[in-house]
Structures are given as structure tokens and as C-alpha cells.
């Protein structure tokens, strides 16, 4: 379809435990989408899992990273873990994979994150009747880093 955007078929990856453990800890992630110029667009969220794919919430749908995902499906993570690894470095993941976005179930899932994120007992989004936001998936096509999981 001329002028359209076309990133082929989607490899999708099995996560290792090791990596399944550390997206699922309380270490935020940092996602890189593409800017409409080219240029990366980087924001700190909370990710946790759903089967292999990684998800996260956003209650405001109008967000810099969201429109980009909308355009642009690529993205980046990067997650820093706590262990030293060798030669001396902590530990961090990479991620590389496609975003995609499903309208709803924002506030529910920052719920459920929130319990990871800020403790047992808090109650989040921190507001009456939060908007049903959406959620974004990301499916991994590849990981690097330094961590149990890197060849």
C-alpha cells in the first residue's frame, strides 16, 4: 500500500525465566519509541507480564509515546536489575520488540502494578472513577543486556 508503514512478520520470543524475573521485580522500565522526525522519545513506565508479552497501563491515551506506538509499532526497553554481573557491571536487560495498543483496562492492571511498584496496601490510580485508558503489549522479538540471559 503506498505511504504506508509495513514492518513485516513478527518473531515473537520465549522470555527466559531470569528475564521473566526481573521485568516482574519493582525496577521501572525505561521505553524508547520513534518520534515522527526519527529521533527516540524515552519515558519511564511500569511493566509487568501476560504470557510472553510485556504490558504496561496508560490511563491518558494523548501521550507522546502512545501516538509514536500508534504510527511506529517499534520499541525499546531497558530495565536495570540489582545483581552485579561479571565483569563487574549490574545487571540489565534489554528488550526489542512491537507495541500494540488495546483500548481499556488501564486503572485495573496500574492496580495491580501499583502492588508491585508501591506496596501491598495502595490503593492506584489515586482517583475516583479513573478513565478506562488502554493498555499497551509488547511482543518480544529480541533481548540483549548484561544477566543470566545474555549468550
Known amino acids: 500500500m503506498p ?13 527466559p525465566q531470569s528475564a521473566r524475573e526481573l521485568i516482574e521485580s519493582a525496577s521501572l522500565a525505561h521505553l524508547v519509541t520513534v518520534n515522527p522526525d526519527g529521533s527516540p522519545q524515552v519515558t519511564c513506565i511500569w511493566v509487568g507480564l501476560e504470557q510472553d508479552e510485556i504490558i504496561s497501563g496508560h490511563l ?61 496496601d495502595v490503593t492506584f490510580p489515586p482517583m475516583a472513577d479513573p478513565p478506562a485508558g488502554c493498555v499497551m503489549h509488547i511482543t ?8 543470566p540471559w545474555s549468550a
Not at 105 to 116: D, F, I, P, S, T
Not at 140 to 147: D, F, T
Open 60 to 120: 491518558n491515551a494523548d501521550q507522546a509515546k502512545l501516538r509514536n506506538i500508534a504510527r511506529d509499532p517499534r520499541v525499546a526497553l531497558s530495565i536495570e536489575g540489582t545483581e552485579i554481573q561479571p565483569p563487574g557491571l549490574k545487571q540489565y536487560l534489554v528488550v526489542h520488540g512491537r507495541a500494540r495498543l488495546v483500548e481499556g483496562g488501564a486503572a485495573e492492571l496500574l492496580q495491580r502494578l501499583a502492588h508491585v511498584y508501591l506496596g501491598p
Open 3 to 15: 505511504g504506508s508503514l509495513h514492518y513485516g512478520t513478527i518473531e515473537r520470543m520465549t522470555l
Open 140 to 147: 518480544v522479538e529480541r533481548i540483549s543486556g548484561i544477566g
